[in-house]
């Protein structure tokens, strides 16, 4: 279980607890009443308790939820399921209140009268949602701005969450209005992960997904903002510093993993991409 919490600036902050392992994990944190939460679960599923367990709501994959109460604290109490991912942004209500300060009153949470009402609310994480949490998701920690791309990231959020003429004057891609794509696209992306040693050819994985080459192609592009090898060689290096840094594996094993024909051609990619050997990451990271 991996937990990582970024303070963008006072009373604002994002976690991300990925649980890629085959057990449940926990997260806990003290969160007092001035702020509003935003948990998005985009995979496996969660479980938030409240009031010491006798309340629990169960968030599945592909879902949200906003968290507010001016009158209680709500600590974070999850149960995260394995094979899970959840992005929470946490955010005192003054500062959430400023970024709609003009428009507080189309939001239900902030109207006048509601200001002092606790608010829960659930519902589906739309297409154009799912693709910010995926940039932010993917986005190296490590990063010189990394509070200054995630702060741009949440507004974007927040500006699709909160967007009433979004329909009316937003030029949205198709693949995003098309749910049926957008699933396949989706699918596309799990098949060349899961045979990332032998990965499909683009006509192979067209017919796979049953969506010609062509809107493959763009709408793989649209989602994931990469063609779809290039997204694979940088998910497999991606994958790569995981194996070298958290387990045992030497070079040797873990360019066997992702699937290269030779250590050389894999210690090569590795190199032109983060600028130093796999060896010599290991050692260092």
């Known amino acids: 279980m991996a937990t990582f919490n970024t303070e963008i600036e006072s009373g604002f902050n994002i976690l991300k607890s990925v649980n890629e392992g085959s057990k449940k994990s926990y997260v806990k944190k003290e969160i007092d009443a001035s702020y509003i939460q935003f948990h998005f679960v985009t995979s496996g599923k969660a479980t938030f308790i409240f009031n010491n ?8 994959n592909g879902k949200y939820i906003v968290l507010y109460n001016p009158l209680k604290s709500l600590p974070i109490n999850s149960v995260i399921s394995e094979k899970s991912c959840i992005i929470s942004i946490l955010i005192s209500i003054k500062k959430f209140h400023k970024l709609f300060s003009e428009d507080s009153n189309n939001i239900q949470f902030l109207k006048d009268e509601n200001i002092n009402q606790k608010y829960y609310y659930e519902n589906k994480i739309s297409n154009p949602i799912f693709l910010v949490l995926n940039e932010i998701k993917r986005y190296d920690i490590k990063s010189s701005t990394k509070n200054l791309f ?42 060349i992960i899961k ?4 990965p499909p050819s683009l006509i192979e994985l067209s017919e796979e997904i049953n969506l010609s080459l062509k809107k493959l192609k763009e709408g793989f ?26 387990n045992d594996f030497n070079v040797n094993e873990v360019s066997l993993k992702l699937g290269y024909s030779t250590a050389s051609h894999f210690i090569t990619a590795f190199k032109n991409k983060y600028g130093l050997t796999p060896k010599n990451y290991k050692k260092n990271y």
Do not use: W
């Open 53 to 60: 367990g006798a309340y629990k709501m169960e968030v599945e």
């Open 150 to 191: 995630l702060k741009a990231k949440t507004y974007e959020l927040f500006s699709h969450l909160y967007n009433r003429n979004r329909d009316l004057n937003v030029e949205q891609c198709p693949f995003l209005t098309n749910e049926e794509n957008f699933k396949k696209i989706k699918k596309a992306k799990d098949i």
């Open 195 to 198: 045979n990332m040693a032998n």
């Open 221 to 246: 592009k649209k989602i994931y903002g990469k063609p779809v090898y290039q997204f694979l060689i940088e998910y497999k290096m991606e994958l790569a510093k995981k194996l070298l840094s958290e």
